[in-house]
């Protein structure tokens, strides 16, 4: 896990707090888009608006943000694909390690992975901005997610099969698997296989809505989400590399590819 770690390291200690908005934001996007394109991956960047708010210990500005958009080839109408993302953001004043340094990390690592591998479908992964709050409920959450979502064509909706949100992956030695259902879903049962077959031990974490799968499945769509373990560190200055763990990272992208492949 040598490049997720060392995505964490990078954008915690180098970069640092990179709410969606700012500076520091499109510098981590930047460099998260020359990893993905170093591992052969085309990326679209899909910009899109974010208001102001208070986002969790400080006041933050308006302003655009964007997603990266990771394909490899080109996905034909109608064809079934899947979804992986992680929010690349953060909150004010927070380094953001475990949250979500650790999500993007595994998805360059995925990137990596899939570089020479073929999956069973075609695989989009996107670096979400602008997930944390900037204010109460729905309406001020997952601003990256939610214009990915409105952005999917009707054939794209239709053929999605599947969407996996990493957030919050480097904490802990067993992996959340999250579903804002009251019980297990036909994605949360895949992705479970998929960690047995992968010697990963789950729990299922019902009534989970607080991700980008979030975006996906309020709009009728299949999504899920990996990780979400509590942690002291939490949307604080504390959220450092040490706070995370190199075999939990490990761990879910074993899931994911597992998943994938």
């Known amino acids: 896990m040598r490049t997720a770690m060392d ?23 930047a460099w998260v888009e020359r990893q993905l394109t170093g591992s052969g991956w085309s ?4 910009r899109f608006p974010t208001p102001a708010g208070y986002s969790w210990n400080a006041p933050v500005e308006a302003g655009p943000s964007v997603n990266l ?4 080839g080109e996905l034909q109408p109608g064809e079934p694909w899947l979804a992986v993302g992680a929010h690349l953001d953060t909150v004010p004043l927070a380094p ?5 340094a650790s999500g993007i990390g595994v998805l360059l690592a995925v990137a990596e992975a899939l570089q020479d591998t073929r999956s069973r479908l075609p695989v989009v992964l996107v670096a979400f901005g ?6 109460e409920g729905d309406a001020h959450h997952h601003y990256g997610s939610r214009a990915y979502v409105a952005s999917l064509t009707p054939q794209q909706r239709q053929s999605l099969r599947g969407m996996v949100s990493m957030d919050r992956v480097g904490v802990g030695d067993v992996l959340p698997v999250g579903t804002p259902a009251d019980g297990p879903t036909a994605l949360t049962d895949a992705l479970v296989e ?26 009728g769509l299949p999504g899920a989400r990996l990780g979400g373990t509590s942690y002291g560190a ?12 190199r075999a939990q990272l490990e761990r879910t992208a074993r899931t994911v590819l597992a998943w994938l492949r």
């Open 7 to 29: 995505a964490v390291r990078h954008l915690a200690l180098e970069i640092g707090p990179r709410p969606g908005t700012t500076k520091a934001y499109f510098e981590a996007a």
């Open 130 to 135: 602008s997930e944390e709050p900037r204010g």
């Open 96 to 100: 953001g390690a475990e949250d979500n």
């Open 234 to 245: 939490y949307h604080s200055a504390a959220d450092l590399p040490a706070v995370v763990n």
């Open 43 to 46: 990326v679209e960047r899909q």
């Open 69 to 72: 958009i990771a394909t490899q």
């Open 194 to 219: 998929a960690a047995r077959s992968a010697g990963v031990e789950t729990v299922l974490d019902t009534g989970q809505d607080s991700s980008d799968h979030w975006s996906f499945v309020r709009d």
